[in-house]
């Protein structure tokens, strides 16, 4: 989901997104890098060979890259740079054969492992971010397809890489959202547009000699390189449409349609809440909701938004109501969404608690990563008995985090620099303690509820 800074609640530009693994358990960490000077050094893929020389510079950022590194890769996923511009890679898309056979994909090139680590310690902008990855992928390649959100405290971009060295990027207007799911999504591309527009070089030419456009009229990129087949209506296209179905409900659309549009505007301002709640939605009160007592031929026909292998959902908010050195915020959520809480961190901080930092590969009693995945567990084995409590208890720990925010901001008004920097970090670590706590209460609490009901039990008559 991506959110201009008009279209929100408060003036804050906001990219947020679901990482979702193969499997269940792909377990995660959250890192802060620190900036880098006069670096000498080569990154190494582990999944697919691709190598490249670091820029000797860069700032310092934020990631919540794999425990299993050698296994699984890095993938970095999201995060800010010290520069306030925030980042999260990647949400998959796929090219079409059409243009595939054209531009095929290059194995060694700049995947999803390493494309975080490779752009976010180096940019300026989120414009900066998507020329910078566009010659990234000009010199390298890319082995698969990708869609790519950038934010700064303007702008909001979305850039989808879909063969082997083509892509588009497109602005998102200020007075409006999107939202997508691994499928092209950007539509009609303006090429005498370069402040909403960029695409690599050669595109448009590409497109004509390889007779790739299906249209009589216009460059349509989900046309002329996406895909439009029955895995989409059933894996992606339902998400984009519950979505804009919560954001502008006065629109009548079907969850299997090929022409969702990509840029909306809705007649209410939209808050992290509210990008939160899609963001763990798994088709609340409609007839497709595999936790509903409803009929068994529709609740398992489309894909959820939020799943049991959604490793981690975030956030990234930049507010301009506040000072620039305290108005980047993460929003992050380590167990799955639908049950979880998101917890917000100060992106100016120079560290991260070691309860996220420090994930072990194996269920443990001390890691927040197992620590939410655990309340996830015990609310969906008893849905129906548990999910009010989940609500209530979510409620107030959203109401716990505005007022923390609030807090943090008065008590550090008149503090700057590095003081301010400390003083931020140290609010990160306090604020994971505190619920820590609240967690493993209402951890405990679920646990002995769901002790009551077990099946294994019997009431014998007294008078027998």
Sequence with gaps: ?????????????????????????????????????????????????????????????????????????????????????????????????????????????????????????????????????????????????????????????????????????????????????????????????????????????????????????????????????????????????????????????????????????????????DIEYILGSHYNETVYDPLSRGNEDTKYLFRPISMNRTQNSHVLQIRNDVAQDRSAIMWLCFGVPAFSPYILFFANATDTDPTYSDTPVHCDDVSAYWMYRKLSVLVESHYSEFIQDDVDFLTNTKEKLRSHIQETLDESSQLKGADLTTDLTEQNHQLVKEMRIDVEHFNHQLFEKSLNLSKLTFNMDKNL
């Design 1 to 273: 989901m991506l959110v201009g800074k008009d279209a929100s609640i408060d003036g804050s530009t906001m990219i947020a997104r679901n990482d979702d693994t193969f499997l269940p358990l792909t377990p995660q960490r959250f890192l802060m890098h620190p900036a880098a000077t006069n670096r000498h050094e080569t990154w190494k893929s582990t999944q697919n060979g691709f190598q490249a020389e670091m820029p000797e510079n860069g700032y310092r950022y934020q990631e919540t890259p794999n425990v299993e590194v050698k296994k699984e890769g890095v993938y970095a996923e999201s995060g800010f740079n010290e520069k306030n511009v925030g980042m999260s890679a990647t949400e998959s898309v796929y090219g079409n054969c059409r243009a595939l056979a054209f531009d095929p994909l290059v194995k060694d090139g700049l995947a999803e492992d390493s494309l975080q680590s490779m752009v976010l310690p180096f940019i300026d902008s989120a414009r900066d971010g998507v020329k910078y990855l566009g010659n990234l992928i000009k010199k390298f390649g890319s082995p698969e397809g990708n869609g790519v959100l950038f934010n700064d405290k303007n702008e909001v971009w979305y850039m989808e890489i879909v063969t082997g060295h083509h892509w588009v990027a497109q602005i998102i207007p200020d007075d409006a959202y999107a939202i997508t799911a691994n499928q092209v999504a950007i539509q009609q591309v303006d090429f005498n547009d370069s402040n909403n527009f960029m695409y690599s070089d050669g595109i448009k030419e590409f497109v004509d000699k390889y007779h790739l456009n299906p249209d009589k009229s216009g460059f349509n990129f989900r046309h002329i390189f996406g895909t439009d087949n029955e895995k989409d209506r059933h894996y992606n296209t339902p998400r984009v449409w519950f979505g804009q179905r919560i954001l502008n409900p006065e629109i009548k659309q079907t969850p299997t349609s090929s022409n969702l549009p990509f840029i909306c505007h809705t007649t209410h301002k939209i808050s992290v809440e």
